[in-house]
């Protein structure tokens, strides 16, 4: 073992290994990222070069954990050499890291791992977030907010060994401090003497107090026996102090001045996560929380145990005071997903807040007038502001790669700003006041993706409400605006190469003209938010469907609705209109495959899935071509109302489908929650497999060139080779 550093990182990785099978999709993708990292950094990879660590680690860590492992003997030495004697990453993986490596440089061109297709454009574009900030080589483990020279400022600390300053305004890097040996894992803005400073804790068992204009260090405060998680100042009996906690179970306070030790606070039975010092009743306490699931409260200046809350089900990983109705009250986050909010005058359980779906790592406080809001970070990637009072979620933000490990609020032009930081090494600011709530539903990243066949393919992506429309020849990117919340589909036209549709939360259809960059119509979408829309009858049809179950009908040249269609019990998810003659197809959550004519008048119930049908395609001359969350794609036969053929391409739910006629060949695009886009040559049977990183919401086809969008902002465009050579895929 190496250090306490060593310590640290052994610990981690024993409990991620255990931890592996039992996991979650979302926890499992992190402990095959990270583990050898871990492992490494502990001296003790050999311990867990087992085959599901080579088997399912991410190749580019594993192989960067190896060469940092000289030490390796015996099975595991033999391991480690077949793979760094590999010429390129390990075949299994070897298309998946391409797309990945593409995607996370946003390349505009790359190439493809076999000639089978070839990326023509990767991007990944975060739709809520205004600002990402890169500055740190490794995980970021906290952000917190404050001023210096009366502009915004922003400090991050990271596994890099450094804690960055930024300026919030001008984003970019004002200082970097480098004074810790190791992890740096916390950090405030604080004051002392009337200067403004920074105080940060490491892994190598100190706090240290810095000028952040400088990076000059000022005072250290030494006496943990392990790494800490935790720091703060604040004011005891009129004297500044400092607050720690740390992985040696303990809380200790330092005499801010002279860095002396003031106390130090015994009786959690395990790594204290957090620690913070406020006046509660007018008693100075001190409220801790520790992996051995409890808060604890102590009156500092008597020493007297005030409580021990339980109720978490796992570690305590952050707390923080606020006021909700008028009261005091204590917010606690842990690794049990959960919030839970405690009243202050008799420490009992006020609530539980429910919605995020793995740890929660990081909380902070929003201080209003009418009342405060919580802001939450977690490893299911999203941050979140809540309503104390209410006990309810008020907006999700989506965008960060990985687990959100740290949270603040700034403020920018006057107005509150979230900022978060996460181990994808991103620090984020984002649009969206936080008091305001966003719709019931809560899209993914990239929600529709649509080709237009120019001289050059087009692909529009939605992307929160705005339409983001790139040349795959290049050039930059053109935003459409004009939805008031985010955007849930397209479609295009088939016989007017610029007819563009999008469909939206906002209950509206909007037409756009994608030569003149301008909506053209929008339409009223029955007051339901739309999650489909499809174009046909030679372009002079469109129908959208929605939360309300129905689908409407509308005629392009005179705006109006020429039919109304409601047979599904839940939401309508797809839909397809006949390019020719306005017969329309529905889809629903219910499972239910609809047929109606041009008139709104039910033809026939079409039996094949079994649960939620997610995507319809309906090309020149048929079939039609569905797919479902039960994981299969079905072609049918309209005439006969036959399904003539069965696809199970996707490992789980198939989310979109989009299919194309030329001549009497017809090619099927699937898109799933597997993260693979699947070319499926119908007459050949053939297929061409893409694999991309994020699960697929949206595919689209227009000759040889496919289109994916994915969660978190992926919008991927490649061209199929043999559909170019007119051969099967």
């Known amino acids: 073992m190496v250090g306490d550093d060593g310590f640290v990182h052994h610990r981690i990785a024993t409990a991620l290994a255990a931890a592996r099978d039992a996991a979650g999709p979302v926890a499992r993708a992190y402990i095959d990222k990270h583990l050898p990292t871990h492992a490494a950094a502990a001296g003790r990879l050999d311990e867990f070069l087992d085959d599901a660590t080579v088997d399912r680690a991410d190749a580019a860590r594993l192989v960067r954990a190896i060469a940092a492992s000289p030490h390796l003997a015996g099975r595991a030495r033999e391991r480690a050499e077949a793979i760094l004697g590999l010429s390129a990453l390990p075949a299994s993986v070897s298309e998946r890291r391409a797309a990945i490596r593409t995607l996370d440089a946003g390349h505009d061109r790359a190439d493809s791992s076999d000639g089978a297709w070839d990326p023509l454009l990767a991007l990944r574009l975060p739709p809520d977030a205004s600002t990402v900030l890169n500055g740190h080589d490794d995980w970021v483990w906290s952000v917190a907010a404050g001023s210096l020279n009366g502009r915004p400022h922003l400090v991050t600390t990271s596994e890099d060994g450094t804690a960055v300053v930024w300026d ?79 992985a040696d179970n303990t809380v200790r306070l330092f005499d801010a001045r002279t860095t002396g030790e003031l106390a130090t606070l015994r009786g959690h039975e395990d790594w204290v996560w957090c620690a913070v010092l406020a006046e509660v009743d007018g008693r100075s306490v001190v409220a801790s929380g520790s992996d051995d699931q409890t808060v604890r409260v102590v009156d500092v200046l008597t020493g007297d145990l005030i409580a021990v809350l339980k109720g978490h089900r796992a570690g305590v990983s952050a ?62 990637g999203t941050v979140m502001s809540w309503d104390p009072v209410a006990g309810l979620p008020v907006r999700r933000y989506r965008g960060h790669d990985s687990c959100v490990t740290g949270v603040a609020v700034v403020d920018l032009d006057g107005r509150p700003t979230v900022v978060s930081a996460g181990f994808d090494q991103t620090v984020r600011t984002w649009r969206g006041e936080p008091d305001q709530a966003t719709p019931l539903i809560d899209p993914p990243d990239t929600t529709a993706i649509a080709l237009i066949a120019d001289a050059d393919p087009v692909v529009y992506a939605a992307t929160g409400h705005d339409l983001l429309v790139r040349s795959c020849a290049g050039g930059p990117p053109t935003v459409l605006t004009g939805h008031t919340e985010p955007v849930l589909a397209l479609a295009t036209g088939a016989h007017s190469p610029s007819l563009v549709v999008s469909a939206g939360a906002d209950a509206t259809v909007r037409v756009w003209d994608h030569r003149a960059g ?80 041009e008139h709104g008048e039910a033809i026939a119930e079409l039996d094949g899935h079994t649960d939620a049908v997610s995507g319809l395609s309906l090309p020149v001359d048929g079939p039609l071509v569905s797919c479902g969350f039960d994981g299969l794609i079905c072609l049918w036969d309209i005439a006969s109302r036959r399904r003539m053929d069965t696809s199970e391409s996707h490992d789980g739910r198939v989310t979109s489908v989009a299919a194309e006629r030329r001549g009497d060949r017809l090619t099927v695009v699937s898109g799933g929650a597997d993260g693979r886009v699947v070319v499926w040559d119908v007459a050949s049977g053939d297929r061409v497999t893409v694999p991309l990183p994020k699960a697929v919401q949206s595919v689209a086809i227009r000759g040889d060139v496919i289109a994916a969008g994915t969660v978190e902002g992926g919008v991927f465009v490649a061209r199929v080779a043999r559909l170019a050579a007119g051969e099967s895929p």
């Open 168 to 246: 919030a305004l001008a984003h970019n890097v004002s200082a970097r401090y480098t004074g810790h040996d190791g992890v740096v894992s916390a950090a405030v803005f604080t004051e002392l003497d009337g200067r403004r400073l920074v105080l940060s804790a490491g892994f190598d068992r100190t706090a240290h107090l810095w000028d952040p204009r400088t990076g000059a260090t000022e005072r250290v405060y030494r006496g943990h026996d392990r790494g800490l998680w935790s720091v703060d100042m604040g004011r005891l009996a009129g004297r500044p102090v400092v607050v720690t906690g740390a």
């Open 319 to 380: 707390l923080a005071f606020c006021r909700a109705g008028g009261r005091q009250i204590l917010a606690t986050a842990a690794f049990d997903g959960t919030i839970r909010l405690w009243r202050t005058d008799t420490w009992g359980e006020k609530a539980v807040l429910r919605g995020h779906t793995d740890w929660v790592r990081a909380l902070t406080v929003i201080h209003r007038p009418e009342g405060d809001l919580l802001v939450s970070g977690s490893d299911d």
């Open 518 to 597: 301008v909506a053209t119509m929008t339409l009223a979408a029955d007051d339901t938010i739309a999650t489909c829309v499809a174009v046909g009858r030679r372009d002079t049809r469109v129908a959208a469907g929605g939360f309300g179950g129905g689908l409407r009908v509308w005629d392009l040249h005179s705006g109006l609705p020429v039919a109304t269609v409601a047979r599904h019990t839940d939401w309508i998810a797809s839909a397809a209109v006949d390019p020719v003659d306005g017969l329309c197809v529905s889809g629903g959550y219910d499972g239910g495959l609809w047929l109606w004519d």
